[in-house]
């Protein structure tokens, strides 16, 4: 795992457009979690687990990883969560942390 950033956006080059440490729970549109992966082994696939601030699992995305490196990302809607530390964990298929981050819904 090269970086994991949260963005407001992907830019055309496939890269975070800004990088994003907290945001409003006002805010209606997508935040993205970025991931730059550089496996030795490919293809093969990881996920983002989006989890809440109450620890709930609110999305378990699938990503592709075919080539060295890999941009790859997913994305929520924020609208309506309830303030406190969202945590994207980026895992194997199999189900090993490979790293997590923290957003600060506020």
């Not at 945001?23 to 992966?37: D, F, H, Q």
């Not at 030795?40 to 075919?66: E, F, M, Y």
């Not at 189900?95 to 957003?103: M, V």
């Amino acid at each position: 795992m090269e970086n994991i950033t949260f963005t407001s956006d992907i830019n055309e080059g496939n890269k975070p457009a800004d990088e994003l440490e907290s945001v409003s729970i006002n805010e209606t549109g997508k935040i993205y979690c970025y991931t730059r992966v550089n496996s030795p082994t490919v293809p093969q696939s990881i996920r983002h687990v989006w989890v809440d601030p109450d620890g709930k699992i609110i999305a378990d995305i699938k990503l592709n990883v075919s080539s060295r490196p890999t941009d790859t990302w997913s994305f929520i809607s924020i609208y309506g969560m309830k303030p406190g530390k969202l945590q994207v964990q980026v895992k194997t298929a199999q189900g090993e942390i490979l790293a997590k981050r923290d957003l600060l819904v506020q």
